[in-house]
């Protein structure tokens, strides 16, 4: 995966707290970062919906109507 720079400022408390759980981890601060920008992400922005939903166009109306006469006929030559 492609990494993209940024800068962060952190008050000094949360620097010394990172640097600390760093060393105990074994794990760089860039990775604690990492992770828990990710996580925080992950967590807070909005699920889509599924993305292929609404993007095609059958050119008919009716479809959800009569779906059943619609698949009735599906995979038959």
């Known amino acids: ?3 993209e720079r940024t800068s962060i400022l952190l008050d000094k408390d949360t620097m ?3 640097k ?4 105990l981890s074994h794990k760089s601060t860039s990775f604690l970062i990492r992770e828990a920008v990710k996580n925080y992400v992950t967590k807070n922005v ?3 919906k599924i993305g292929i ?3 095609g166009d059958s050119g ?3 479809i959800a109507n009569k779906k059943d006469q619609y698949l ?6």
């Open 1 to 3: 995966m492609e990494k």
């Open 16 to 18: 010394l707290k990172l």
């Open 20 to 23: 600390s759980l760093s060393k």
């Open 46 to 48: 909005p699920k889509s």
């Open 53 to 55: 939903i609404g993007i």
């Open 60 to 62: 008919g109306s009716d």
């Open 72 to 77: 009735k006929r599906f995979g038959k030559d």
